[in-house]
């Protein structure tokens, strides 16, 4: 039923971009990622579902850092693919103060970065509140659309908007293999990206002290400066790192 209508779609216009929001598992999304009809590949890294509801699976809790695990590697997954297509991820974590384990805003805002940095070209953000337009829910108390629009994640949400959309985003290329301190905890990793000549870098510590970097895959001497997720601002790191210093 999916390929006819997908079919369908592709052959009643040529000038729309089609894609398909697959369900909260890697695999439905590797199956129509090879379809002729999608253009734009989805993915749903979601809340980090350990059950099947569609199989009527007994709901268990979600858990917090297999999402993260989700959105780290799915993009990635998909990005690596052939043919070639952008790399969208459709549902994330969302924002409530009761949702992901109570850590919202945190798994919303680390959803995004890891995206980006992993070879998405696009990320969504939802709320409860805003999606259900403060409607009553089963899963968390509600509340009404004003108050959503005012929660953390929103404008954190804004500042990871403004900070992609000030530099080349299109140029970043999934670089993880350079970062030499790498945590094994999931809700720790730390994503690196830069462009393939080398003059731009993107590194996201979600809450770590440090990153040390294999600065030899660097052409130049870098300059760098820190950026907050949580305020959008910035702060400038003096001097610059030379490719010869290693890391």
């Not at 809340?47 to 695990?69: C, H, M, V």
């Not at 970065?113 to 969504?124: D, P, V």
């Not at 760098?224 to 702060?235: D, E, L, N, R, V």
Request: glycine share 8%; hydrophobic share 40%; charged share 15%.
């Amino acid at each position: 039923m999916a390929d006819v209508a997908g079919q369908a779609l592709k052959q009643a216009s040529s000038v729309h971009l089609i894609s398909a929001h697959p369900r909260f598992f890697l695999e439905p999304a590797i199956t129509f990622h090879g379809k002729d009809y999608i253009d734009v590949a989805g993915i749903q890294t979601g809340e980090g579902w350990t059950f099947d509801p569609y199989k009527k699976e007994l709901r268990k809790p979600f858990s917090t850092p297999l999402a993260a695990q989700n959105a780290f590697e799915w993009p990635l997954a998909l990005y690596q693919r052939a043919p070639v297509k952008p790399v969208i991820n459709q549902e994330g974590p969302y924002g409530h103060p009761l949702e992901s384990d109570g850590r919202a805003p945190l798994p919303p805002r680390k959803a995004g970065y890891w995206s980006f940095l992993s070879g998405a070209q696009g990320h969504t953000y939802g709320c409860f509140g805003i999606w259900n337009w403060g409607a009553p829910i089963k899963w968390f108390p509600s509340y009404d659309f004003k108050t959503a629009l005012n929660l953390p994640s929103v404008a954190q949400m804004k500042y990871m908007a403004e900070f992609f959309g000030a530099i080349r985003w299109w140029t970043l290329e999934p670089h993880h293999e350079l970062i030499q301190n790498q945590p094994t905890e999931w809700m720790l990793k730390m994503g690196l990206a830069k462009s393939a000549s080398g003059d731009l870098a993107v590194a996201y510590l979600p809450d770590n002290a440090e990153i040390t970097i294999e600065m030899r895959a660097f052409p130049a001497a870098m300059q760098a400066k820190w950026f907050s997720p949580t305020t959008g601002a910035y702060q400038t790191i003096s001097g610059t790192v030379h490719p010869k210093n290693g890391s």
